[in-house]
Structure formats: C-alpha cells, structure tokens
C-alpha cells in the first residue's frame, strides 16, 4: 500500500553536488520522520540524515555542514542535498519512512525503505 520512489544518484566528481529525492506515496495517513541511509561497499548500513514531521533533523557526523535534509510535506518527498561529495560518500542511498497508512479498515504503522540509488564520486 505505500510505496517510496527514489531518485537523484548518479557519478560525480570529488568536490561536486547531487540532490536525492525520495517520494512516498500510497495510503498514507501521517508520515512520523524520514531519513536518508548509506551503505558503502564491505560496509553497514548507516544513518545520514533524517528530519522529523516537526522538521527537527539529525545528522551523521561525518556530512555535518556538506549535506541538508529537507522535506515537502504535502507532497510526501524528502530530499538531500549533498555538497563538496568525497569519494568516501560512495554508496547506495536508501531512502526511509516512518509512517501510519490505512490498510482497508485499519490504520498500521510501520517503517519503509525505497529500493535505492547509487551515489559514486569518483574523478
């Protein structure tokens, strides 16, 4: 019932920009947080950014000052705007969602992820 759609990665020189999207949609009640997840080749998944409904955000240490998590809440989308990219920011970008949906009667809570996209800096 709820899909979420990224989109944005691509190859990019050390130093450059991208900007990921990530839109959810379906039957969606509320949407809680959402936030953006890399993982890097031989790596674990890990944190990179996430911004709640009242637009707190956390990020992770290492994309402090480079990157900005954003979001439209009346289009369900969350971006990323990622800035002076190093090649150590090489991953797969999944985007993540928190949120209430309504399954034919019920309203449920549950935690999607997209199918993610490939960010590579490399010169």
């Known amino acids: 019932q709820v899909q979420l759609v990224e989109s944005g990665g691509g190859l990019v020189q050390p130093g450059g920009s991208l900007r990921l999207s990530c839109a959810a949609s379906g039957s969606i009640v509320e949407i809680y947080a959402m936030g953006w997840y890399r993982q890097g080749p031989g790596k674990q998944r890990e944190l990179v950014a996430a911004i709640t409904s009242g637009g707190s955000t956390n990020y992770a240490d290492s994309v402090k000052g480079r990157f900005t998590i954003s979001r439209d809440s009346v289009k369900n989308t969350v971006y990323l705007q990622m800035n002076s990219l190093k090649p150590e920011d090489t991953a797969v970008y999944f985007c993540?969602?928190?949120?209430?949906?309504?399954?034919?009667?019920?309203?449920?809570?549950?935690?999607?992820w997209g199918q993610g996209t490939q960010v590579t800096v490399s010169s």
């Open positions: 993540n969602a928190d949120l209430r949906y309504l399954s034919g009667r019920y309203y449920m809570r549950n935690d999607y």
